[in-house]
T-cell receptor
Framework: DAGVIQSPRHEVTEMGQEVTLRCKPISGHDYLFWYRQTMMRGLELLIY????????DSGMPEDRFSAKMPNASFSTLKIQPSEPRDSAVYFC?????????????????FGAGSRLTVL | EDQVTQSPEALRLQEGESSSLNCSYT??????LFWYRQDPGKGPEFLFTLYSAGEEKEKERLKATLTKKESFLHITAPKPEDSATYLC???????????FGKGTKLSVKP
């Protein structure tokens, strides 16, 4: 398996532009997570899905952020309009269903991240 | 108040100088404590999961332990290639996600 695949790896855009980040989770994983990482705040959960359904979006900063998961193999995180304070590395992660504690389930596998710079 | 706190923020060691990283948590109903390693420009990479107090896991020069309120990542005789940021995360209650600490940046000098 190629792991969690994110695109683009780097994005530089101007304030006010729309940004779309993409993620392909590991096949068979039915949990998908979007995190944002900054020096000041570390890794913060934005939203997560289970079986393509958003479960918790309380970490989404504001209405400018939206996320979709139209099928089990694809998710997008959209920022419209973008602002300089949105500059960060955005990570997508996936995991298999929570199972027995000792089964190795619950482990999140992360993609390489998308570094966003908003000028 | 942070639910997961890691210390120190940064640690510089000489090659071969053993030390420990700390992760303390305030959540109740812990369902798992996770350690990840993150190299610059990459996503976090899974190291260990601990589920109950007293549990220990080992991998090469790393050993993770868990008590009721904290976890330690012990590094024995580190090498320069162990330099990375080490992240701790917890899962609790009915939450499906992980809550991360801010990490400890480890530098090992030859």
């Amino acid at each position: 398996d190629a792991g969690v695949i994110q695109s683009p790896r780097h994005e530089v855009t101007e304030m006010g532009q729309e940004v779309t980040l993409r993620c392909k989770p590991i096949s068979g994983h039915d949990y998908l997570f979007w995190y944002r990482q900054t020096m000041m705040r570390g890794l913060e959960l934005l939203i997560y899905f289970n079986n393509n359904v958003p479960i918790d979006d309380s970490g989404m900063p504001e209405d400018r952020f939206s996320a979709k998961m139209p099928n089990a193999s694809f998710s997008t995180l959209k920022i419209q309009p973008s602002e300089p304070r949105d500059s960060a590395v955005y990570f997508c992660a996936s995991s298999s269903p929570p199972g027995r504690m000792s089964s190795g389930a619950n482990v999140l596998t992360f993609g390489a991240g998308s570094r966003l710079t908003v000028l | 108040e942070d639910q997961v706190t890691q210390s120190p923020e940064a640690l510089r060691l000489q090659e071969g100088e053993s030390s420990s990283l700390n992760c303390s948590y305030t959540v109740s109903g812990l369902r798992g404590l996770f350690w990840y390693r993150q190299d610059p420009g990459k996503g976090p990479e899974f190291l260990f999961t601990l589920y109950s107090a007293g549990e220990e896991k080992e991998k090469e020069r790393l050993k993770a332990t868990l008590t009721k309120k904290e976890s330690f990542l012990h590094i024995t005789a580190p090498k320069p290639e162990d330099s990375a940021t080490y992240l701790c995360a917890v899962k609790w209650g009915s939450q499906g996600n992980l809550i991360f600490g801010k990490g400890t940046k480890l530098s090992v000098k030859p």
